[in-house]
């Protein structure tokens, strides 16, 4: 039975999105059968993933407003095991449409599990609000990923989202769960990363994924191609990072060579005063 698992975090620009698109593409590629759902307006993960929107003709909007069937709005992708719902425009006014609807925090989850026999994992990337849409991936999911960055100001961003968890746990979705809180855009030299990553580890012990991502610049390149970071440059630190979090999510050994894995690991322990 499949795993969904929503990526969500209201702050924008944490990159959600680029860990869909590259954790999903990971999985796949180790013959797991992967579903990734846009519920993000601006569509970034439908584009990343190299589908045309012009080309679209069923998409999330339609599955949450009820005018299609989930199985119908399913694209393959160029990418081994790889399928997405993608995301329109015309999502933007699913929160508008929704707000007068019945279940309208149940719709995807109505849908989605259908699909769970499907697929080995399904990720819904949300947009950057903790409206209905993010609402309604966190009902649907059982477990959510928390990409943020190291910097003072989300911690804040956390703690809402951590309320946010709360309130879905005990109104619909008991089961829900944190998956991992992943370091995105990390740069272990700065202080104030390595700060950061101590005080989120000492919130929610055992929840920060070991693996950070470090800022990359092949990795902001792969999206306008279309691509996985892992088939645009395979040799990227960008894309060894996210080999090191999809092997850590598995529970597999990390197999890259020492001093690759150094590069990434690099995050300063505090030192003791
Ligand atoms: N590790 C990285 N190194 C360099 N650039 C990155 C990295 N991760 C993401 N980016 C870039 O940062 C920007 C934001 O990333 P992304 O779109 O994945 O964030 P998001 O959280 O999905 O944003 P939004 O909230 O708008 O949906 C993009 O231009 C992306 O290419
Ligand atoms: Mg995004």
Excluded at 52 to 62: I, N
Aim: charged share 25%; hydrophobic share 40%.
């Amino acid at each position: 039975m499949g795993k969904i698992i929503a990526v969500a975090n209201q702050k924008g620009g944490v990159g959600k999105s680029t860990t869909v698109i590259n954790l999903a593409a990971f999985l796949g590629s180790r013959d797991k059968t992967v579903l990734c759902i846009d519920i993000d307006p601006q569509g970034n993960l439908t584009t990343g993933l190299g589908i045309k929107k012009k080309s679209v003709e069923v998409s999330s909007y339609d599955i949450l407003v009820g005018r299609a069937r989930i199985q119908d709005a399913i694209i393959e992708t160029d990418f081994k095991n790889l399928h997405i719902i993608p995301a329109t425009e015309n999502l933007a006014g699913a929160e508008v449409e929704l707000l007068n609807m019945e279940n309208r925090v149940n719709r995807l989850k109505m849908q989605v599990l259908s699909l769970r026999e499907s697929y080995d994992y399904i990720f819904i990337d949300c947009p950057p609000a903790l409206g209905t849409l993010t609402i309604n991936a966190l009902v649907a999911a059982d477990s959510i990923i928390i990409p943020m960055l190291a910097e003072f100001f989300a911690l804040e961003g956390l703690s809402q989202l951590t309320n946010t968890i709360k309130i879905v746990k005990s109104n619909y979705n008991p089961g829900l769960d944190i998956e991992g809180i992943l370091f995105t855009m990390f740069d272990s030299r700065l202080n104030i990363a390595n700060d950061v990553v101590a005080e989120v580890d000492k919130h929610f012990p055992g929840k920060v994924f070991e693996t950070k991502i470090p800022r990359n610049v092949r990795i902001s390149e792969a999206p306008s191609h279309g691509k996985p970071i892992m088939y645009y440059d395979k040799s990227a630190k960008g894309a060894d990072s996210y080999t090191l979090l999809g092997l850590e999510m598995l529970g597999e050994p990390l197999e890259l060579p020492e001093k690759k894995k150094r590069n990434i690991f690099s995050f300063k322990k505090k030192k003791k005063k």
